[in-house]
C-alpha cells in the first residue's frame, strides 16, 4: 500500500543528546514536510523540502535539522540545542499544489 | 501573528445534528481552504478542500462554505455519527508559497448518542 512510514512510533531522549526520527514515503511525491503538534495547538512548520537535496525552514526551525538526500525519505533529527522536544512529530508529503498525506506520527518524551 | 482562528475550541453534538466550524484567516494570497480530521494517535487526514473560485462544496455529509470577502470559511457536518468524534483542523495555504499549511488551534467534536 502507498503511505508515509514514520518510525519509531514512540521515542525517548535523554538531556544533551539528538534523535533522529525517520520518514519514508512510496508515493512519489516530490515535497515532504516535517510539523510538531502540542496539545491544545494546530500543527507548526519545521522544515520543508520541495524537491531532492533542498529544503526551506519552517516558522520553528530552531534546534532542528533535516536531510532530503532521496526523494522518498526526509529525516528530522532533534538537537540538544532544542530545549523543550516532547511533542508529537508528523511528517507529510504532497505532488506539487497537492493536497498534504500524513504519516500517524512519532511521539517524542524527555527522560 | 495569528494568521488563522478557528472556532469553537470545542463542541458537543447529539448524534443525527449539524456540527458547524469556522474558520477565519488574514492572508489574503490563501488559495487552498482545507479541513483535515484527526483522531488520537493518529495523522490528521484530508476531509474536504475548496478553492475560491466556488462558494460552496459538499461531499456526502460534508460541507465547505466559502466567503471570500469576510475571509472565513466553514465545515458544515450534516447527520453527525459518533464516528465523527475527533479533532478538525482548517489549514489553509497558498500554492505560491510552497503549499506550506497554516493551521488553525483545532476543533474537539464530540457526537453524543
Known amino acids: 500500500d502507498g503511505g508515509i512510514t514514520q518510525s519509531p512510533k514512540y521515542l525517548f531522549r535523554k538531556e544533551g543528546q539528538n534523535v533522529t526520527l525517520s520518514c519514508e514515503q512510496n508515493?512519489?511525491?516530490?515535497?515532504m514536510y516535517w510539523y510538531r503538534q502540542d496539545p491544545g495547538q494546530g500543527l507548526r512548520l519545521i522544515y520543508y523540502?520541495?524537491?531532492?537535496?533542498?529544503?526551506q525552514k519552517g516558522d520553528i526551525a530552531e534546534g532542528y535539522s533535516v536531510s532530503r538526500e532521496k526523494k522518498e525519505s526526509f529525516p528530522l533529527t532533534v538537537t540538544s540545542a532544542q530545549k523543550n522536544p516532547t511533542a508529537f512529530y508528523l511528517c507529510?508529503?504532497?505532488?506539487?499544489?497537492?493536497?498534504?498525506?500524513f504519516g500517524d506520527g512519532t511521539r517524542l518524551s524527555i527522560l | 501573528q495569528q494568521q488563522v482562528k478557528q472556532s469553537p475550541q470545542s463542541l458537543i453534538v447529539q448524534k443525527g445534528g449539524i456540527s458547524i466550524i469556522n474558520c477565519a484567516y488574514e492572508?489574503?494570497?490563501?488559495?487552498?481552504f482545507p479541513w483535515y480530521q484527526q483522531f488520537p494517535g493518529k495523522g490528521p487526514a484530508l476531509l474536504i478542500a475548496?478553492?475560491?473560485?466556488?462558494s460552496e462544496k459538499k461531499e456526502g455529509r460534508f460541507t465547505i462554505s466559502f466567503n471570500k470577502s469576510a475571509k472565513q470559511f466553514s465545515l458544515h457536518i450534516m447527520d453527525s455519527q459518533p464516528g465523527d468524534s475527533a479533532t478538525y483542523f482548517c489549514?489553509?495555504?497558498?500554492?505560491?508559497?510552497?503549499?506550506?499549511?497554516?493551521f488553525g488551534t483545532g476543533t474537539q467534536l464530540k457526537v453524543e448518542l
Open positions: 507529510a508529503s504532497s505532488i506539487e499544489g497537492g493536497p498534504q498525506h
Open positions: 508515493l512519489n511525491h516530490d515535497a
Open positions: 523540502s520541495q524537491i531532492v537535496n533542498d529544503f
Open positions: 492572508n489574503t494570497a490563501f488559495d487552498y
Open positions: 475548496i478553492r475560491p473560485d466556488v
Open positions: 489549514a489553509p495555504s497558498s500554492t505560491g508559497g510552497g503549499n506550506k499549511l497554516t
